[in-house]
């Protein structure tokens, strides 16, 4: 059974076995687990003894933590300690998953722009540009959205059992208005407003269509591992 068969495996029986509390508390832990240095595989392994834990529990009429203990990011850590962490080609395969992912929203976005813009013209009959320009603004944005959104889920998963998230929304917020403020002076300053290429409309959406076709490649790949 690889790592996306044992996934839904074990939602299925998150859903039939778990009280609300419960299903909250599992949240966490494997929020956190995503954050470690296991691999997808052992992940859902985990998950799946956690699953067994209670269920046994349960049937002997104990609570969750009474049978895994209250501190639950302890009893992740001892248990991440005691197994072996991902391969690295997992872990790469992972950043460039979400970069494809990341990368494809990023261009749908500004096709679907720019497509709205060429209706506008359509309708004003004036003369339609099928090409979109790409500016050295745009490629920047890209790389620091692609960059910021990475850095924001790992804070977010590391401080899954955190009650205090002061950190994450710190973190979080600071990022946002960094962007924000970034991109205001960018544009007001006309910095990286020069046109670096143009792409074709059509062909924008066919590389949007292909960057996300190479995430799930690099996703059936993990899977497969």
């Known amino acids: 059974m690889n790592a996306d068969e044992l996934r839904k495996?074990?939602?299925?029986?998150?859903?039939?076995?778990?009280?609300?509390?419960?299903n909250k508390d599992m949240t966490q832990i494997v929020a956190y687990l995503r954050g470690s240095r296991l691999s997808e595989i052992n992940q859902e392994l985990v998950r799946q003894d956690i699953l067994d834990i209670v269920v046994s529990a349960r049937e002997r009429g104990e609570s969750m933590s009474q049978a895994i203990g209250s501190d639950y990011k302890k009893f992740c850590d001892d248990i991440i300690a005691e197994m072996e962490p991902g391969c690295k080609k997992e872990k790469i395969s992972e950043i460039f998953e979400t970069v494809f992912l990341s990368l494809s929203i990023l261009v749908l976005i500004k096709m679907i722009f720019f497509s709205a813009e060429t209706i506008r013209?359509?309708?004003?009959?004036?003369?339609?540009?099928?090409?979109?320009?790409?500016?050295?603004?745009?490629?920047?944005?890209?790389?620091?959205?692609?960059?910021?959104?990475?850095?924001?889920?790992?804070?977010?998963?590391k401080d899954a059992f955190e009650e205090n998230d002061k950190r994450t929304r710190i973190i979080?917020?600071?990022?946002?208005a960094a962007i924000i403020v970034g991109v205001s002076l960018l544009y007001a300053?006309?910095?990286?407003?020069?046109?670096?290429?143009?792409?074709?409309?059509?062909?924008?959406?066919?590389?949007?269509?292909?960057?996300?076709?190479?995430?799930?490649?690099f996703n059936n790949f993990k899977i497969k591992k």
């Open 9 to 22: 495996r074990n939602n299925q029986l998150e859903e039939q076995l778990m009280t609300e509390n419960e």
């Open 121 to 157: 013209t359509a309708i004003a009959s004036q003369q339609v540009n099928w090409n979109v320009p790409v500016s050295y603004l745009d490629i920047f944005l890209t790389i620091v959205i692609v960059a910021a959104s990475w850095g924001i889920v790992e804070a977010i998963l």
């Open 172 to 176: 979080v917020g600071s990022s946002f």
């Open 189 to 217: 300053l006309h910095i990286g407003s020069g046109i670096l290429f143009e792409i074709n409309l059509v062909a924008g959406y066919g590389l949007s269509g292909i960057l996300y076709i190479l995430n799930k490649v």
